[in-house]
């Protein structure tokens, strides 16, 4: 009965971020756990990447915004030592984050995740 209770789970959520107008790939690089290895690390990355590539205005956001593709860029930059709440809210600690890695690497630092920004963050 639990592993059915948690697929419904699953099944509530993804129906949830299709609503949100995601598509199947996009809830797929979401739906993986933490990684458990470098390697899986990478592979979630490289499916963010290819969401990149295919949709480069959902990775244009900044104060406010939240979601799970919010979610997944704080903790990359958590990560990357990086302090602010694992929450998917893009507040003010997440847009220091990101104004301190834009600084850190050259790129205009305005505080928004933009495509650059978060190809930066997913190729590293």
Known sequence: MASVKALEAKLEESAS???????????????QNEPK???????KNQMLL???SQSPNDFDFGMGEQGPLVYELQGILIK????????????????????AYETKNGFYADGRM???????LLAN
Do not use: C
Not at 20 to 29: R, V, Y
Not at 37 to 43: A, I, V
């Open 80 to 99: 990357m030592g990086y302090e602010m709440e694992h929450d998917g809210i893009f507040r003010v600690a997440t847009s220091s984050a990101v104004e």
């Open 50 to 52: 290819d969401w990149l």
């Open 37 to 43: 290895s470098t390697e899986d690390q990478k592979t």
């Open 114 to 120: 933009d495509p650059i920004t978060a190809y930066a």
């Open 17 to 31: 971020l299709k609503e949100q107008g995601l598509t199947n790939m996009q809830i797929k690089s979401l739906g």
